[in-house]
């Protein structure tokens, strides 16, 4: 299971330490759901088959987006992250090395 996959004795671990360790790795494998669903789609040669794929993939990018709203409202750092890059339309790097003036 690979939310069992701990760096660090579970009993050393703050609550809200295992918490989001859940969160991220459910976030992992939800994105690699997507891209699982999106692979098997574009090599699927049946028309409707393709078309349950990609909804499969659509779904898996809604539960991702639910954890990754999770995260942020309970993880200052990766909120403060998400707040300076996510929903920009400013060039990514440009917005880095802004920051770090």
Do not use: G
Request: aromatic letters at 6%; hydrophobic letters at 40%; a negative charge.
């Amino acid at each position: 299971m690979s939310s069992e996959t701990l760096h660090v004795p579970r009993e050393k671990l703050r609550p809200e330490t295992l918490n989001l360790h859940y969160a991220i790795t459910s976030l992992m494998e939800e994105f690699e759901a997507v891209d699982w669903y999106r692979q098997r789609a574009d090599d699927c040669d049946d028309k409707s088959l393709k078309e349950i794929l990609l909804h499969n993939a659509r779904e898996e990018l809604e539960h991702a987006a639910m954890i990754l709203e999770w995260i942020r409202r309970n993880d200052a750092d990766a909120a403060k992250q998400m707040k300076k890059y996510l929903f920009t339309k400013a060039d990514i790097l440009k917005v880095e090395e802004e920051a770090k003036e």
